[in-house]
C-alpha cells in the first residue's frame, strides 16, 4: 500500500509493532517517500513526519546493532543494512527540507523555522553517524550535506534557537548549531577508533556536551586565535580542522570554541573522585564509573583544549609486516615455539634473578632456536600460527598505519596483536587503535606499539600452599624502558587484572609477583605493572 495522505500515515504509526523491526522499517520507508511525492500541506506533511520520529529512531537503532559491533567490509551481507539505515536517515533530511521549501511562499510554517532546520541538521548529521558507526570511509559530499543544512539554519537567523526534541535524553531540547557541533565533537573523539559501546556512549555525550561550545566567524573574536585552535570552512567537504591551515579571511569559516567544555569536563571529572555515579550528571545509566572516566578523559584535549601535534612525527613507509592477533600465534612467533606448559624439574633460582629476567636484567634467548625462518614459517601454518601480510603506508616510533585486502582474520579494536616488520628480526607487541574500510573493500589499521621486545611467560593464579592452581596460562613480559619513563610491565589476558592481586608467573623457575596499576586495557589483555612479593611476606 502506497502511503499519500497524511491521514493514512498517522492510521499506519498507530498499527506499526517495532518489534517486526524489518517490515515496521520497510513500511516507514515507503510512508515517507509517498509523502514527498504526494506533498501534501506542509503542516500536516511536518505531523507526520514528527509523529513518526521516535519509531523510526527505534527501528533504526535496532537495524544499526547489526553491524555495529566490528568494522562492516562492503561486501558482506550486512552491507544492505547499513544501506537502509542511511536511506531512511536521508529520507527524513529530506522531508523536513521540502516541508521548509514548500511553506517558504505561503509562511504558514514561519513559526516553526528553528525546529525544520534543527531537525533537518540532526538527520543530515545521523548520516555521517552511521558511516562512523560501521567504521567505513566517508564518502565524498557527506559533510558537505551537513555543511549545507547548517548554512541554511544560519541564513534564517535560527541556528542557536533551541526547541524542543525529546530524542534528546539529557537537555530535551536542542538547537540546530548544537545539533551541527555534537557530530563534530563526534568526529574529533577518534570515532573509527571506538569500539561499540564507546561508540554509544560517546554520541550521547556529544549532545550532553554540545551547548558549550560555540561555532564564531572570526571577525567576531577579540583575541587571535591560535593556529593549534579548531576551525571548518563551510564550503569545504570535511570536519574542524586546525584554524592555522584555514584561510582566516574567507567569509565561510567558523572557529569553534570549546573553552566552556574544558571547563565543563573537568568539573564532572572532579564529581567523579568525589563518588557521584555517571548517571547523576547526565551521562547515562549503562556508564560505569571507571570506564567513563577513562572514556571522557581521552576526550579532555580533542573535545576541550586543541589540536594536538603529532608526539613522533610519520614518516612514509614502505614494505609489509607480518601480523596476527591470536593469542596462541603472538606467543609463538615471540618465542619460537608454540607455548607449552612448564615442567615441574626446574632447576631452583633465586627470586632476585627470577625478576632480572622479567625486567631484561638478563639477555632473553633468542627465538631462532635452530630453525631457519622458512621452517619456522611452515611450522606456524601447520600449527594454525599463521601470519597476515599488511602494506605499511606510513609509521613513526609510536605505531604504523597499515593496509590490507582482508582475507580471514577480523580484529577488533584496542586488540592485542603481534608484529614485525619485514627489516625486522623479533615480532613485537601493538595494539589496534582505529579501524577503517574503504570503498574497495581495503582495510586500514592504526597499531600504537608496545615499548620494548616482549618475552613470553607463563602465568597462573596464586593460592595457599598445596591447593590446586590450575595449569599455566600464556602472556608476555615487558621491559622497563628508562629514557621513556616506562616500567617493566606484564601483558596478561583480558580479565586477569585486579588491584594488588598475586599471581604466579614462571619464565625459568615459579615467582610470585603482586599487581600494582592497570596501565592500559584492551579487548582481551590487561598490560599491568607489578612488583615482586617476597617470601617472608
Known sequence: ???????????????????????????????L????????????????????????????????????????????????????????????????????????????????????????????????????????????????????????????GVATTRVGDTLNEVWRAQSASEAFISYLLIDLSNPFGRSEREFRWICRWAKRFAPYCALVRSNERNDESKPT?????????????????????????????????????????????????????????????????????????????????RRFPRRGGRGHVELTGDWLAIGFHVQGKRFEQPGSGD??????????????????????????????????????FGCEQWEILDQSVGGFRLRQHPTAERLEH??????????????????????????DGTLDAGISMLNGIPRV??????????????AYQLAFALPEVPRMQKPATLVLPGGWYQPHRVIEIHGHTPAAIRLLQLIQRGTNFDQVSFEPVSAAS
Open 229 to 309: 585552535a579548531y576551525g571548518l570552512d563551510l564550503n569545504d567537504d570535511h570536519g574542524l580542522r586546525p584554524a592555522g591551515v584555514l584561510d582566516p579571511e574567507a567569509k565561510s569559516i567558523r572557529l569553534f570554541e570549546g573553552d566552556r567544555l574544558a571547563s565543563q569536563i573537568r568539573a564532572v571529572l572532579n564529581q567523579f573522585k568525589q563518588g557521584t555515579k555517571p548517571a547523576a550528571l547526565g551521562l547515562g545509566e549503562d556508564c560505569p564509573l571507571d570506564a567513563t572516566g577513562r572514556l571522557l578523559l581521552s576526550l579532555y584535549r580533542p573535545w576541550g583544549l586543541a589540536s594536538a601535534g
Open 1 to 31: 500500500m502506497d502511503y499519500h495522505k497524511p491521514a493514512e500515515c498517522l492510521e499506519l504509526l498507530g498499527q506499526l509493532n517495532p518489534v517486526n523491526v524489518e517490515d515496521t522499517h520497510a513500511r516507514l520507508c515507503t510512508m
Open 347 to 384: 632447576e631452583v633460582r633465586s627470586l632476585r634473578s627470577d625478576i632480572s629476567l622479567l625486567t631484561f636484567g638478563e639477555r632473553a634467548a633468542e627465538v631462532s632456536i635452530g630453525k631457519t625462518p622458512r621452517e619456522r614459517q611452515r611450522e606456524a601454518e601447520h600449527l594454525g
Open 33 to 156: 517517500e509517498g509523502l514527498m511525492e504526494a506533498s501534501p500541506p506542509p503542516n500536516q506533511h511536518l505531523e507526520v513526519i514528527e509523529a513518526a520520529r521516535e519509531t523510526i529512531e527505534l527501528v533504526q537503532e535496532q537495524l544499526a546493532s547489526r553491524y555495529a559491533a566490528r568494522p562492516l567490509p562492503p561486501e558482506t551481507s550486512e552491507n544492505a543494512t547499513l544501506v537502509r539505515v542511511i536511506r531512511m536517515w536521508r529520507l527524513l533530511a529530506d522531508a523536513y527540507a521540502h516541508v521548509t521549501r514548500k511553506d517558504a511562499a505561503s509562511g504558514t510554517l514561519d513559526d516553526q523555522r528553528a525546529l525544520l532546520s534543527q531537525r533537518r541538521v540532526y538527520y543530515s548529521g545521523m548520516v555521517l553517524v552511521e558511516y562512523f558507526r560501521a567504521h567505513r570511509q566517508l564518502p565524498p559530499g557527506i559533510w558537505g550535506e551537513l555543511h549545507e543544512s547548517f548554512t541554511i539554519a544560519e541564513a534564517q
Open 457 to 470: 611467560i607463563a602465568i597462573r593464579k596464586s593460592g595457599p600452599q598445596g591447593s590446586g592452581r590450575g
Open 414 to 439: 584496542h586488540q592485542l596483536v603481534g608484529l614485525r616488520p619485514s627489516d625486522g628480526e623479533r615480532f613485537l607487541l601493538g595494539q589496534i587503535c582505529w579501524l577503517m574500510y574503504r570503498a
